[in-house]
């Protein structure tokens, strides 16, 4: 029985890597202690599944495609900057969500509900969209500039997400970085 690092999420559209993409040159000039997102692995995570045997991967495909049934399709706006826990003791970067941002909630929630049932623990902190730009790097202190500059970007606008699908996602952990791929896509109810 193998196991599958995998998570649930909704991916990025080509609009918002760009922007992303804009964004993470700057702010690589001035923080050397951060490992940046590829743009073209950002994502919004709805739920972290950790290691799951590849047995399971059919049903919770399954579950998935029932809570996603059970939404409409919507619009994600992407703005605002900021960090976990925050600026000031900064371990994630962070580009946030706007208009949608309740929807995507309750999207979660659906997700959350539907893979409880099958023994995955829904998330105990309150969700909170996001799309990651970068995580601090142990023993990261020259983070100064960058701060200032994420402060100045606070308004950040970085496009549109349309959400007509969820991509339950492997994760393969490399000294590159993380390889994600694709294994289930499920459509919300009218997606196209």
Same mark, same amino acid.
């Given at each position: ?36 997102? /590829? ?15 590849? /047995? ?13 049934? /059970? ?5 994600? /706006? ?35 509900q539907a893979l409880q049932k099958l023994g995955f623990r829904p998330e105990e902190r309150?969700f909170h969209g996001h799309l990651t730009l970068g995580r601090v790097r142990r023993g ?25 699908q969820l991509t339950l996602f492997s994760s393969q952990l490399t000294p590159q970085g ?15």
């Amino acid at each position: 029985m193998s196991a599958i690092r995998s998570f649930i999420a909704v991916e990025s559209s080509p609009e918002v890597r760009q922007a992303a993409g804009r964004l993470i040159q700057q702010l690589a000039r001035l923080g050397r202690d951060v490992k940046w997102v /590829e743009p073209e692995n950002m994502h919004l995570t709805l739920q972290f599944l950790g290691d799951v045997a590849s /047995e399971q991967i059919p049903a919770i495909s399954q579950a998935v495609r029932q809570a996603a049934a /059970e939404c409409r399709p919507f619009d994600l /706006e992407i703005r605002g900057t900021g960090a976990f826990p925050n600026l000031r003791r900064p371990n994630v970067f962070w580009l946030g969500v706007g208009q949608g941002a309740e929807e995507l909630a309750a999207l979660a929630q659906k997700v959350q509900q539907a893979l409880q049932k099958l023994g995955f623990r829904p998330e105990e902190r309150p969700f909170h969209g996001h799309l990651t730009l970068g995580r601090v790097r142990r023993g990261g202190g020259q983070l100064a500039a960058l701060i200032e500059h994420l402060r100045k970007e606070h308004a950040f606008q970085a496009g549109w997400i349309p959400v007509r699908q969820l991509t339950l996602f492997s994760s393969q952990l490399t000294p590159q970085g993380p390889i994600y791929t694709p294994l289930d896509h499920a459509r919300l109810a009218g997606g196209l």
